[in-house]
């Protein structure tokens, strides 16, 4: 089965810049979604289809997709980022895999 | 403004059923993919299953962890999605959540809406 990879965890200072990298086989020809996470809330789309953004959704949040990496980039990290982060694709149109999270920490 | 709200969570025996729902509202719930994830407490993501539109059959696609167990199923009709669990066991314990994307918006395979969720617990 498919597997997405992604490192626990990564912390970055306000204001720098944080980059969450989720790893898969051949994950560059896939559609790589990603979304946030906060304690006791329910997820929150924060890029789709590698790196178009919702309405509502900073432009500090960018995203790209390539060979065996997709990255969510967060620029200009703020406390109010802080979350755990999943990456998501749809394997063949069969099943749906995500990532295991990454715990951001704004420290 | 969309809405999906998830009821039927409990507390549940080992062997035990129970079914969850999901009321939509705010779209266009016949044309939508429906689909149902869960999260185990302090755990990640698992997806549990689709429900596809009319026009796709109303095809239904499981996580093999619980294929022959759930069923899902849903009613245009009353802008609903179900999901019937049976012979739940210990691993099932997470919140269960609905959720759904336009067709238009990823292909409907990424989740722009998510419901509350429901907590359910499989425990003697």
């Known amino acids: 089965s498919y597997v997405l990879t992604q490192p626990p965890s990564v912390s970055v200072a306000p204001g720098q810049t944080a980059r969450i990298t989720c790893g898969g086989n051949n994950i560059g020809i896939k559609s790589v979604h990603w979304y946030q996470q906060k304690p006791g809330q329910a997820p929150v789309l924060v890029l789709y289809d590698d790196s178009d953004r919702p309405s509502g959704i900073p432009d500090r949040f960018s995203g790209s997709n390539s060979g065996n990496t997709a990255t969510l980039t967060i620029s200009r990290v703020e406390a109010g980022d802080e979350a755990d982060y999943y990456c998501?694709?749809?394997?063949?149109?069969?099943?749906?895999?995500f990532g295991r999270g990454t715990q951001l920490t704004v420290l | 403004e969309v809405q999906l709200v998830e009821s039927g969570g409990g507390l549940v025996q080992p062997g035990g059923s129970l079914r969850l729902s999901c009321a939509a509202s705010g779209f266009t719930f016949s044309d939508h993919y429906m689909d149902w994830v869960r999260q185990a407490p302090g755990k990640g993501l698992e997806w549990v299953g689709r429900?596809?539109?009319?026009?796709?059959?109303?095809?239904?696609q499981y996580a093999a962890s619980v294929k022959g167990r759930f069923t899902i199923s849903r009613d245009d009709s009353k802008n609903s999605l179900y999901l019937q669990m049976n012979s739940l066991k210990t691993e099932d314990t997470a919140v269960y959540y609905c959720a759904t994307s336009s067709l238009a918006f990823c292909g409907g395979d990424c989740y722009r809406y998510w419901g509350q969720g429901t907590l359910v617990t499989v425990s003697s």
């Open positions: 998501h694709v749809w394997e063949s149109s069969r099943y749906v895999v």
């Open positions: 429900a596809r539109d009319k026009a796709n059959a109303y095809t239904i």
